[in-house]
């Protein structure tokens, strides 16, 4: 897996640190929307519709902070909107990597070249380019031309700079196994240092509904094909095998929504990055008040095809320091090459 020793480390202790006072929920990665602007709209996002409400309401550089230190959390993913549309998202990302959290700053990377020279390497800072496709199939779910050209680029840049570089694929019912395997050989070539995947959330919100996944057995049946091809490349996810073994049907587990909590201009969403019942005002009142039974698979009509990391990965990763052995393997069969 493409997760950093170090990463791997720190998450590690901040895990043994919680069992160890016996703490029952506690998060591992805050989901940050600092503002909905977006340069972009994309096909199946959810996002998009609410910056329609709200087109000038971003978070300060308190807020963003603050949300981090709030959660307590080891890894912070920056989301939006698009983040390199705020104004201070460097230095939003300066100080949350000067407290050593790690950053994931996820782009379209249209406005990168414009911006990096505010940006400094860091291990403890990940630029995660969105694509969704080659380059038709990208530009098609992006909606317009030119996007995935300009993503290229912009992750050359990145690694001769010398970055850290991820991307995150979204996976639609008109792809296919075969196109989703010749984009990670793609992006294998670029030279990234880790994919992220997963399957689109049926968006309530979003503008075309008609192309999510069908249910869990479809999309176990695409990634356990995905993962059939991929068997002798050279394929770096930047997931827990676990997790992977979790897509392809290999195992099954809740989910764990407070795992990866969600702070945005309207406060902290109930109950996490996909759903939104309201919300709480602080990280706190998130945890206490929301009522957690009533979601997940097999409880909430609204999760019953869900299968995205943002839930099911915080479970993994628990799992895999709860049980070390489980994970070996997971890891002998996911690790591509």
């Not at 998009?48 to 902070?65: F, G, M």
């Not at 104004?87 to 782009?107: H, K, N, S």
């Not at 240092?193 to 979003?206: I, L, Q, R, S």
Request: proline share 5%; glycine share 8%.
């Amino acid at each position: 897996m493409s997760i950093s020793a170090r990463q791997k480390m720190y998450i590690g202790y901040y895990i043994f640190h919680q069992l160890l006072f016996r703490k029952r929920k506690y998060s591992l990665v805050l989901m940050l929307e600092p503002l909905y602007r977006c340069n972009l709209k994309c096909r199946g996002c959810g996002k998009i519709q609410l910056a329609d409400k709200v087109p000038d309401a971003r978070l300060t550089v308190e807020e963003c902070t603050g949300a981090a230190e709030e959660a307590n959390v080891p890894v912070v993913s920056i989301t939006g909107g698009e983040p390199l549309l705020h104004p201070d998202i460097p230095e939003v990302v300066a100080r949350l990597t000067g407290r050593r959290r790690f950053v994931y700053l996820c782009t379209n990377a249209l406005l990168l070249e414009k911006r990096i020279e505010e940006f400094s390497p860091s291990p403890f800072l990940t630029f995660s380019i969105h694509l969704d496709g080659l380059e038709d199939r990208h530009d098609e779910l992006a909606g317009r031309k030119g996007i995935f050209a300009g993503a290229v680029n912009a992750i050359g840049m990145l690694l001769r700079r010398g970055f850290r570089v991820t991307t995150n694929t979204t996976l639609f019912r008109d792809d296919t196994p075969e196109n989703a395997a010749s984009l990670f050989d793609f992006l294998t070539a670029l030279g990234v240092d880790g994919m992220t995947v997963a399957p689109a959330f049926n968006y309530e919100t979003a503008p075309d509904r008609s192309h999510f996944l069908e249910d869990r057995e479809a999309t176990r049946n695409f990634f356990r094909r995905v993962f059939e091809i991929g068997r002798d490349r050279d394929w770096q996810f930047n997931h827990s095998s676990i997790y992977l073994d979790f897509l392809a049907g290999g195992r099954d587990f809740p989910c764990t929504p407070w795992g990866n909590p969600t702070r945005n201009v309207f406060g902290w969403q109930k109950p996490c990055y996909l759903l939104n019942d309201g919300y709480a005002d602080s990280y706190e009142e998130l945890l206490r008040d929301t009522d957690w039974e009533t979601y997940g698979v097999g409880r909430n009509p609204k999760c019953g095809s869900c299968m995205v990391h943002c839930g099911f990965e915080p479970t993994a990763v628990m799992e895999s320091l709860r049980n070390p052995f489980r994970v070996f393997g997971s890891a002998r069969h996911y690790q591509f090459r």
